[in-house]
């Protein structure tokens, strides 16, 4: 067979079996009490234990950016949950595909990659957007985070924006972990680099400089920012701003992500990791 004649799915049908199969193989969204614990349980076990953590400090009171420690400790890792779904799951992806022997597979494949890769951002999407929901209710409810209903549509834009970022955030990882040994210790470096970079518990200003930089690198902090913004009801003129680097945030983290597969995939093959789990 030619190559001219070589079949190829559509980006349309590529893009939709992917969504719709992978969360039952690679992604880890096979059992609805995972996709339950995630979306229900994680995030307020998560700020239950930081908000513990700041009411033994002694400093729940204190005001920081406009909330108490308490209500600001609450709010960034009501936020911050996101990342178990966008980042730490998305980037098992790839240890998925080389544990059940597809990964060759998919590297063969004629399959759009573009496609590959929007397909399986999609369920973790609404994951993702159902997570940061979740645990701003909790903040709002039962950590008494203060919000008036003329601020629910700016805030519902910073959601969806961070999750869209989030989630490519991951992808791109992934394809880091397509040539290491396994993914998880690259997810669990992020995970907590999160916490500690993004201004989850403390303002990023409390930090070292270098530190500070650091953290602007990544699309926890920004879309982080522009969350807490839309809480305080901050105007447009502030909200556009972060809107535009989470925005920016998510179109470098598909976009390299896309670009640099054919980088990561040359390595994987070089190092032998690319079967290797």
């Not at 799915?9 to 880890?28: D, M």
């Not at 700020?47 to 400790?73: I, R």
């Not at 980042?87 to 063969?108: A, N, P, R, W, Y």
């Not at 992020?190 to 953290?215: I, R």
């Amino acid at each position: 067979m030619t190559e001219a004649a070589v079949p190829r799915a559509s980006f349309g049908r590529t893009f939709w079996t992917n969504a719709i199969f992978a969360p039952r193989t690679t992604l880890g969204f096979m059992r609805i009490d995972f996709v339950l614990g995630t979306i229900f349980v994680i995030p307020l076990t998560q700020m239950v234990f930081f908000t513990f953590v700041v009411q033994l400090s002694g400093g729940a009171n204190t005001s920081v950016d406009g909330l108490t420690q308490l209500q600001f400790t609450a709010l960034g890792n009501a936020v911050a949950t996101v990342t178990y779904s966008s980042v730490f799951s998305v980037c098992q992806t790839t240890d998925s595909e080389k544990q059940q022997g597809t990964m060759e597979h998919i590297l063969v494949s004629p399959a759009s990659r573009l496609a590959l890769y929007f397909g399986r951002g999609l369920i973790p999407i609404l994951i993702s957007l159902a997570t940061v929901s979740v645990g701003l209710a909790y903040a709002f409810l039962l950590f008494g985070v203060p919000v008036s209903a003329s601020a629910l549509p700016a805030l519902a834009v910073s959601v969806v924006l961070t999750a869209f970022a989030m989630v490519g955030f991951g992808l791109l990882l992934g394809g880091v972990a397509l040539y290491l040994r396994t993914s998880i210790i690259l997810g669990n470096i992020f995970l907590f680099a999160g916490l500690l970079l993004s201004g989850v518990n403390f303002p990023l200003s409390a930090l070292p400089g270098p530190l500070q930089y650091a953290g602007y690198a990544l699309p926890l902090t920004w879309g982080l920012a522009a969350i807490r913004a839309a809480v305080l009801g901050q105007g447009l003129g502030s909200l556009g701003v972060l809107w535009a680097a989470v925005a920016a945030a998510a179109a470098i983290s598909f976009g390299s992500a896309i670009a640099l597969w054919e980088v990561f995939e040359r390595r994987a093959l070089a190092t032998g990791s690319i079967a290797r789990f």
